[in-house]
């Protein structure tokens, strides 16, 4: 069963946030590491590292927990990413990403 994800990437700690939908995280976050889109908003602000992710098993609950997160103030997402990553650690770091793929 294929499982949609809802994540949020930053440039450094307590410093630009985006926020994303994806079916495919590994590869979605390996777009951003690489800067595949170069005139995209985490391209021009170096969100490369992904800081908190939600799991859902339907695309429009991810995309209906997106379109929350945006309206919600800075603060929130903060202590939402706070409780689960309180080091704001990129947690991609140990997972085997294979960046030849997209070279």
């Known amino acids: 069963m294929k499982q949609w994800y ?10 630009v946030l985006y926020i994303g939908v994806t079916d495919n995280i590994e590869e979605r976050i390996k777009e951003h590491k690489l800067k595949v889109y170069p ?6 602000y170096n969100c490369d590292k ?5 799991e859902f098993e339907k695309g429009s609950e991810a995309e209906k ?12 997402k903060i202590n939402l990413i706070e409780e ?20």
């Open 6 to 15: 809802v994540y949020i990437m930053t440039n450094k700690p307590n410093g």
């Open 39 to 44: 005139k995209s908003f985490t391209a021009r």
């Open 50 to 54: 992904l800081i908190y992710f939600e």
């Open 65 to 76: 927990r997106e379109r929350q997160f945006k309206k919600w103030k800075r603060q929130w």
């Open 84 to 103: 689960m990553n309180p080091s704001w650690s990129d947690l991609s770091i140990n997972w085997n990403l294979n960046f030849n793929k997209l070279r």
